[in-house]
Structures are given as C-alpha cells and as structure tokens.
C-alpha cells in the first residue's frame, strides 16, 4: 500500500459497520488496562445519529479504509474569542500506523477549519497519542479540571 495514493471521502451509514471495526482495533492498541478497555469501548464506537452530528470521514486507498477522522465543528451561532474545530477521534488501522497516514488526515482537518474560517483544531488525547499531536504542530492547553476524562487537552493554530 502505498500512502501516496489515499483519498478522504465522507462516510456514510453503511460504513457504520467499518468504522466501528477501526475503532475497535484502534482502541485495544491503547496503553490501558484491559478492564477500562473493556468497559470504555462502547463510548467510542459510533452510531446513526453519529453521522448527523458529527463530520465522519473515511480514508481509503482503492477500496481499503485505513482511517477515520471524525470532527466536531462548533455552532457558529455561540460567539467566542476563538471558534476551533474539534478532533472528536482519529483512528488508523493498526497495521498502517507510523506511514503518515495520520498527519495526512490532520492536514485534511486543518483545510477544513481554514475552509470554515475557524481559528484553529483542539483535541483531547489519549496519554499515548500525545506525542503525535506534539509533532504534528499541537501545543498542551491547560485542562480544567485535571480530573476531567482526557489529561491532555491539545491546540493547533490554522494561522
């Protein structure tokens, strides 16, 4: 596979099923317990209603999906300083992980909040998923409270 020849396209609920099986195989990657991994999956698989609230893309070389992006994007009716797209999950299939993939998609997320006339992306990473934001260009943001659900809140500027 060459990660050259990758198209993003938007999902659709037939893809449901494959989404969710990313999102399966990614997960169990993480460096957790296999009792939170057990008890969290069903909070991160991803359903109907899914597709209309949220922005759900597929990346694909021929008929293979290796990826999923799904974003957030904020309600521009809620003014603020800085509107940002939201990361709500970036997922690659294991065997395809460290070949770019992953940037490649963040660079799609990023053209889609320039597109939006957003300000930015933020993410709320996973601990082992930190360094990668770091080097895709992602700065720590201060998270309140520390006790929330994701110890690392992550910002990339769209400037």
Not at 30 to 58: C, F, G, M, T
Request: charge should be positive.
């Amino acid at each position: 596979m060459n990660p050259k020849k990758v198209n993003i396209v938007k999902a659709q609920e037939t893809d449901l099923f494959k989404i969710n099986a990313i999102v399966r195989s990614s997960l169990w990657g993480w460096q957790l317990p296999e009792r939170v991994k057990k008890l969290s999956l069903s909070s991160y698989l991803y359903d109907e209603a899914d597709l209309n609230d949220l922005s759900i893309y597929l990346m694909k070389s021929d008929n293979e999906v290796l990826g999923v992006l799904v974003l957030e994007i904020p309600m521009m009716s809620c003014q603020k300083d800085r509107q940002d797209l939201s990361i709500h999950g970036l997922y690659i299939v294991p065997e395809h992980q460290r070949k770019g993939l992953g940037l490649k998609m963040l660079d799609f997320a990023l053209n889609q909040a320039m597109d939006l006339g957003l300000s930015g992306m933020t993410v709320k990473s996973q601990k082992d998923a930190t360094s990668f934001y770091l080097k895709a260009g992602f700065r720590l943001m201060r998270s309140y409270p520390k006790t929330r659900e994701y110890e690392n809140s992550l910002r990339k500027s769209a400037a």
